[in-house]
């Protein structure tokens, strides 16, 4: 699939980095370290515009290392680029530790995941049918 991008960043374009990732890395396209302090938030900009193919989304999803090593995450995980958005791709990283974490110029901050959607068109009803699961949840199943 091909994808039109605008790069205004001072980094190469996002890429896999090994053969058979699901996800592209993203770096902060920033000048200067920021520094988060714990339960702190930042709109870290990536200087990438995307213009995705109809019924196509785009996820911004966390580094699992970044997550593991030092609780930095995306607060609106996954967050969604609509293929019809045009603005700069901005990634929304939290500090969820409790020492400060300094983010660097071009650190990879995240990954972008494709991911294929259909719309729907709701239909109103009385009764669903039902299942073996029924209406529990929340650490319902596997329980007996």
């Given at each position: 699939?091909?994808?039109?991008?605008?790069?205004?960043?001072?980094?190469?374009?996002?890429?896999?980095?090994?053969?058979?990732?699901?996800?592209?890395?993203?770096?902060?396209?920033?000048?200067?370290?920021?520094?988060?302090?714990?339960?702190?938030?930042?709109?870290?900009?990536?200087?990438?515009?995307?213009?995705?193919?109809?019924?196509?989304?785009?996820?911004?999803?966390?580094?699992?290392?970044?997550?593991?090593?030092?609780?930095i995450?995306?607060?609106?995980?996954?967050?969604?680029?609509?293929?019809?958005?045009?603005?700069?791709?901005?990634?929304?990283?939290?500090?969820?530790?409790?020492?400060?974490?300094?983010l660097?110029?071009?650190?990879?901050?995240?990954?972008m995941?494709?991911?294929?959607?259909?719309?729907?068109?709701?239909?109103?009803?009385?009764?669903?049918?039902?299942?073996?699961?029924?209406?529990?949840?929340?650490?319902?199943?596997?329980?007996?």
């Open positions: 699939m091909k994808v039109k991008i605008i790069n205004r960043s001072a980094y190469d374009l996002p890429q896999y980095e090994t053969a058979l990732a699901a996800g592209l890395d993203i770096k902060a396209n920033i000048t200067e370290p920021v520094t988060l302090k714990p339960l702190d938030r930042a709109m870290v900009p990536t200087g990438l515009f995307v213009e995705l193919p109809e019924g196509v989304e785009m996820q911004i999803r966390p580094r699992s290392g970044m997550a593991a090593k030092f609780g995450s995306v607060l609106n995980s996954p967050g969604t680029i609509d293929p019809d958005y045009r603005g700069e791709i901005k990634v929304i990283l939290a500090n969820l530790s409790s020492q400060d974490y300094v660097n110029p071009g650190e990879r901050i995240a990954q995941v494709i991911a294929r959607f259909e719309r729907i068109e709701w239909e109103s009803v009385e009764v669903l049918s039902d299942t073996e699961r029924g209406a529990g949840g929340f650490g319902h199943t596997g329980t007996k």
